[in-house]
């Protein structure tokens, strides 16, 4: 038999800009699941670590899948390119690229 697969851990999901993990059930004909703030797990506890400890409400089942939640993840800033095509993207939003551009038109 295999020895079981080591997940990451809860330093490099925060490290990845995660905040929460997704908890599913590992009976696939229950298929339950939530969404749990990982503040409450050290840096170095691994998510192969907690899946044997969880239970589910459902049905009772013991054992988990544990994932990164990635909706939790900010956005990353919305960049567009320049319409000359030369030079790196600017962002709309900021001020200081729209002066730059009003700069570059006289």
Known sequence: MSAPVQKITFAEIRAAGVRSVLVYC???RCSHST?????????DVRQSDIEPRFTCWTCGHRGADVRPDWITVPPLPKRVPRI???GPAISRSD????WQRAADAT
């Not at 969404?35 to 840096?43: G, N, Q």
């Not at 001020?95 to 729209?98: C, E, I, L, S, V």
């Open 26 to 28: 590992a009976d696939h």
């Open 35 to 43: 969404s749990l703030v990982a503040d409450r797990w050290t840096d």
């Open 95 to 98: 001020p200081a690229a729209r």
């Open 84 to 86: 000359d095509g030369l």
